[in-house]
C-alpha cells in the first residue's frame, strides 16, 4: 500500500532543490525581493560548496526556464566545449581508445559560471554580490560534510595522497578523510570569488559588472591558473598520468548561450526538453512510444503494474538505443525521430519478454552507426582509484551524482537547473582557485563519423537533462533529478506517478523507481548490461517475479535508493505554487510560502 504525503503549497515562492542549503539560500533571495533567477543562480552557487562532490565552479549548467514575459521555454546552454587541442589524433598517439573519466584529459571549457552570470544579467535583478555572498560565506566559514562527501573522499583518499597533492591538501585532514558532519572550510575558493568580485566591482552599473566578472574568469586570472595547471600532468584513470588540453585561450573563445527548447505535446500535456546535445530528447521519445500502450499502463494503490513498469522498461531501451546512434553536438535528426510513423515502427519492436539487444532505429530510411568498441564494453567493470563516473552503480550505491535545482516565484518566472561536472574526486584541485576541472570529455567516443564524436570546439553529448511540463500551453511544472543515465528513466518514473496515477508531487517523487542498465553507459568504462532492470523493492515481490519471468535481470537497489528528483509547479487558473523534493538519503529539500 502506498502512503500519501501532501506537497508544499503558497503564493510567494518556491525553492526545490538536492540540499537544504541550497534551498534555504534560493528562499532567503524570493524573501529579500528577488525572482526566481536570482534565487536559482544563489542556490547554484551555494551547491557548489555544499554538495562538491556532485558540482563545482568548473562544472556546466544546462537549464530551462521561462519568464512572467516571455511563456515560450528557453534553453540555457551553459555547457562548454572540448578545447581545441582535444583531437582524435591526440588520444590515439597516447594510445587511448577511450577518453579517460578523470584527470585533466576529459576536461571540457568550464561552463557553470558564464551560464549562471548570463542568466543572471538577463533575467534576473539582484547585483552578482547579493547572489554570490552567501556561497563565499559558507567558502569561508564552513559547511557540514554530508556522508557522501566523506564517502567519496575516502574512496578517493590514496590517490589524493599519492598523486594528487593538492586535492590531499584542501580535502585530507591530517593526511585522512574527513568524518561526516566536519565543517570543511575553502578559502581558496571564497578568495577566487571575492577577487572576481572586486574585478567587477571596478565598474559601475549591474549588467557591466556580471560582464566584466564573466570576463575575469574566461579572460583574466581564472583562465590563466587554468592554462598553466593544464599543462601538468597527473593520474587518471587510465593508471597513467597525462596532461590536460585546456588553455586560456580555449576559455576565452567560449561564452553561454541561449537555445529554443523541444517541445512535444502529449494531448493536454507537452513536455519540455533541451536538445540532443543532450540526452534529453530520450524521455520525449519514451512518453511517445508509451503513449501507443496508454491503455495497457496502471497503477494499483500508487504502485506501477508489473506491465507498466515492463513496457516503460522496453521503450526506454529502444530510446537510448537512438540516443547512442544519433544523439550529438551535430545535425540530428530530431523530427524523425520524433515522428508518429517512426514512433509506431519503434513501437512495434515491444513484446512481452524482455530484449536483450541493442537495437536503434532509422529514421527517415538512414540506418544507423553505433560505435565499434561497444561490444568489448559489455558488462565491463570501472575500476578503482580516480572516479569518473557521477552516478549510482548497478545496485544503488552512490559513486557520486548531480545536482539539480528548482524554483518558480509568484510572478510566474519558472526555471528547472541541472548542473554538475568538476567533482572534487575527478580532477585534481587547482590549488591557486581551490576548485577543479570538470571531466565530461568523457562523454565523447573516439571513433570518428558518430553524431557523438570528439571534435575540438563540440559539446560532448551530455546525460545532464532538466525538464518542464506545460498544461493548455501554460508552463505548469518544473523537475529533473541528478543520476547520469538514469535522469530521463528516472523522470519518466515521476512522470507517471503524476499524469497517469494521479499522485501530486510528493507522492510522485516518493513512488517507487526503476531503470535499465541495457545500453552504453555515458561515463567511463562505458559498460552497459543487456536485461539488467534495477528497481526499488517497494514495487513489491510479485511485481519483481513477474517481471523476472518476462526475462528481465532484476536487481533490487533497496526500498528507497534511486532518484533525487526535485519538483516545482504553478496552477495558472489559481497562481497556487507547490514543491516538492525527494526523500532519500534525507538531503533534499523543498521550501516555500
Not at 568524518?179 to 571596478?202: C, D, I, Q
Not at 520525449?284 to 515492463?310: I, K
Not at 582557485?433 to 553524431?451: H, I, K, V
Request: glycine letters at 10%.
Amino acid at each position: 500500500m502506498f502512503t500519501t504525503r501532501p506537497e508544499l503549497s503558497g503564493t510567494h515562492g518556491m525553492v526545490a532543490s538536492t540540499h537544504w542549503l541550497a534551498s534555504a539560500t534560493g528562499m532567503a533571495v524570493l524573501e529579500n525581493g528577488g525572482n526566481a533567477f536570482d534565487a536559482a543562480v544563489a542556490a547554484g552557487f551555494v551547491l557548489q560548496v555544499a554538495e562538491p562532490h556532485l558540482n563545482g565552479p568548473a562544472g556546466q549548467v544546462p537549464a530551462i526556464f521561462v519568464t512572467a514575459t516571455d511563456r515560450t521555454p528557453r534553453v540555457l546552454a551553459g555547457q562548454g566545449v572540448s578545447p581545441a587541442a582535444a583531437t582524435p589524433e591526440h588520444f590515439a598517439d597516447l594510445g587511448l581508445d577511450l577518453i579517460p573519466g578523470s584527470g585533466l584529459l576529459p576536461g571540457t571549457v568550464p561552463g557553470a559560471w558564464d551560464g549562471w552570470l548570463l542568466l543572471l544579467r538577463d533575467h534576473g535583478t539582484k547585483s552578482l554580490r547579493d547572489v554570490l555572498k552567501y556561497a563565499i560565506s559558507y567558502a569561508q566559514h564552513g559547511v557540514p560534510l554530508v556522508d557522501r562527501v566523506s564517502a567519496t573522499i575516502e574512496t578517493v583518499s590514496e590517490l589524493f595522497k599519492n598523486h594528487w597533492k593538492s586535492s590531499a591538501d584542501l580535502w585530507l585532514v591530517d593526511g585522512k578523510p574527513p568524518a561526516p558532519g566536519t565543517l570543511h572550510r575553502n578559502p581558496t575558493l571564497a578568495g577566487t570569488w571575492e577577487r572576481l568580485l572586486s574585478e567587477a566591482e571596478a565598474v559601475t552599473g549591474r549588467e557591466a559588472q556580471i560582464d566584466a566578472a564573466r570576463r575575469a574568469w574566461s579572460h583574466g586570472f581564472v583562465a590563466e591558473y587554468v592554462d598553466t595547471f593544464s599543462k601538468q600532468a597527473f593520474r587518471d584513470d587510465s593508471g597513467r598520468d597525462h596532461a590536460g588540453l585546456i588553455t586560456g585561450q580555449d576559455m576565452a573563445n567560449w561564452e553561454a548561450t541561449y537555445e529554443d527548447a523541444l517541445i512535444t505535446d502529449l494531448g493536454d500535456w507537452s513536455v519540455v526538453k533541451l536538445g540532443p546535445w543532450t540526452q534529453g530528447p530520450a524521455l520525449t521519445q519514451q512518453l511517445l512510444l508509451l503513449d501507443g500502450f496508454r491503455d495497457e499502463l496502471s497503477y494499483v494503490d500508487g504502485l506501477p503494474t508489473a506491465r507498466t513498469v515492463h513496457l516503460a522498461t522496453e521503450c526506454a531501451k529502444l530510446a537510448f538505443a537512438d540516443r547512442e546512434a544519433w544523439y550529438g553536438d551535430s545535425d540530428v535528426p530530431m523530427d524523425a525521430l520524433l515522428s508518429a510513423e517512426y514512433t509506431a515502427q519503434r513501437r512495434a519492436l515491444i513484446t512481452d519478454e524482455a530484449s536483450a539487444e541493442l537495437r536503434p532505429g532509422s529514421p527517415g530510411g538512414v540506418a544507423p552507426k553505433l560505435p565499434a568498441i561497444l561490444e568489448r564494453l559489455r558488462g565491463l567493470q570501472a575500476g578503482s582509484g580516480a572516479t569518473g563516473e557521477p552516478t549510482v552503480g548497478p545496485t544503488g550505491e552512490t559513486r557520486g551524482d548531480t545536482v539539480h535545482i528548482d524554483v518558480v516565484d509568484a510572478a510566474g518566472n519558472m526555471i528547472s537547473a541541472t548542473p554538475s561536472g568538476g567533482w572534487l574526486q575527478s580532477s585534481p584541485t587547482i590549488p591557486e582557485l581551490g576548485f577543479c576541472l570538470d571531466s565530461r570529455g568523457q562523454m565523447f567516443w573516439l571513433e570518428q563519423g558518430l553524431p557523438n564524436s570528439l571534435a575540438p570546439g563540440k559539446r560532448p553529448r551530455i546525460t545532464l537533462s532538466p525538464s518542464m511540463a506545460l498544461r493548455g500551453g501554460e508552463p505548469t511544472i518544473a523537475f529533473g533529478t541528478p543520476g547520469g543515465d538514469q535522469q530521463d528513466q528516472w523522470q519518466l518514473c515521476f512522470w507517471l506517478a503524476h499524469t497517469l496515477a494521479g499522485l501530486n508531487l510528493q507522492e510522485s517523487i516518493d513512488a517507487p523507481n526503476w531503470h535499465t542498465t541495457a545500453f552504453p553507459s555515458s561515463f567511463y568504462p562505458r559498460s552497459w548490461t543487456p536485461r539488467e532492470l534495477v528497481v526499488e523493492s517497494r514495487l513489491g515481490k510479485s511485481t519483481m517475479d513477474e517481471l523476472g519471468e518476462r526475462g528481465h535481470s532484476v536487481v533490487d537497489a533497496g526500498e528507497w535508493a534511486l532518484g533525487r528528483l526535485s519538483a516545482v509547479s504553478r496552477d495558472p487558473a489559481t497562481g497556487i505554487l507547490r514543491a516538492a523534493a525527494n526523500p532519500r538519503g534525507m538531503q533534499g529539500y523543498a521550501v516555500g510560502r
